[in-house]
């Protein structure tokens, strides 16, 4: 075991940074030299906001969605609309739709798509947590807020059909977001008209 060299330490975080998402070889790099100039207080803060990120995050025993205490603060909001259950692919399209500030219902996150290419089946995703709510809560509308690509669209239409035999109402998102769209980059004014506009599934 050779001692860490400033070099090594140096790539090492790069190579760290450049795995996350639209982080490319020149970010990294900046990133990387920008932390090296930071004062110890301010590295220190982000290490720890990285670390505790998922040490004190958990998944929501209801809706499935991320959160530090549970069930989550939409779950437990009383004020909300407990017979509308708006379901998304991953958390942050929660933080889209709950931006327009148009819904007032509860969420399911099925952390993911059914993709038979990918092997993702419906048994991959959190189908199952979602069925069992339907069954102990008066739910009257399922609103399907999948992505508009070929995943979304087939686990859209999966949930239709074996929500279909629960007799409650399921609709989609309206057509005004153009295909291939990640709810998460949707703009409000889209995603607004998109909600407001939904149609029986
Ligand atoms: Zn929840």
Do not use: C, P
């Given at each position: 075991m050779g001692e860490v060299r400033a070099g090594d330490a140096i790539s090492n975080l790069i190579q760290e940074l450049h795995k996350l998402p639209g982080v490319g070889p020149k970010s990294a790099q900046r990133l990387t030299y920008h932390l090296l100039r930071a004062s110890e207080q301010d590295v220190a803060r982000l290490a720890e906001a990285i670390l505790s990120l998922r040490q004190r995050t958990k998944l929501c025993s209801v809706c499935c969605n991320v959160t530090d205490s549970d069930p989550c603060p939409v779950c437990q909001n009383l004020q909300r609309d407990r017979t509308k259950i708006c379901i998304v692919e991953q958390p942050q399209d929660i933080v889209a739709i709950e931006h327009t500030g148009i819904y007032k219902g509860l969420y399911h996150v099925l952390h993911g798509a059914i993709s038979p290419t990918e092997g993702v089946g419906s048994d991959n995703i959190r189908i199952?947590?979602?069925?069992?709510?339907?069954?102990?809560?008066?739910?009257?509308?399922?609103?399907?807020?999948?992505?508009?690509?070929?995943?979304?669209?087939?686990?859209?239409m999966y949930l239709n059909r074996i929500i279909a035999p629960l007799e409650i109402k399921v609709t989609r998102l309206a057509r005004g977001l153009p295909f291939g769209t990640?709810?998460?980059?949707?703009?409000?004014?889209?995603?607004?008209?998109?909600?407001?506009?939904?149609?029986?599934?």
């Open positions: 199952k947590e979602l069925m069992v709510r339907l069954q102990e809560n008066a739910v009257e509308e399922i609103i399907l807020a999948t992505n508009t690509n070929l995943e979304g669209e087939q686990t859209a990640e709810l998460e980059y949707a703009d409000d004014v889209t995603l607004t008209r998109a909600l407001e506009e939904r149609q029986k599934f």
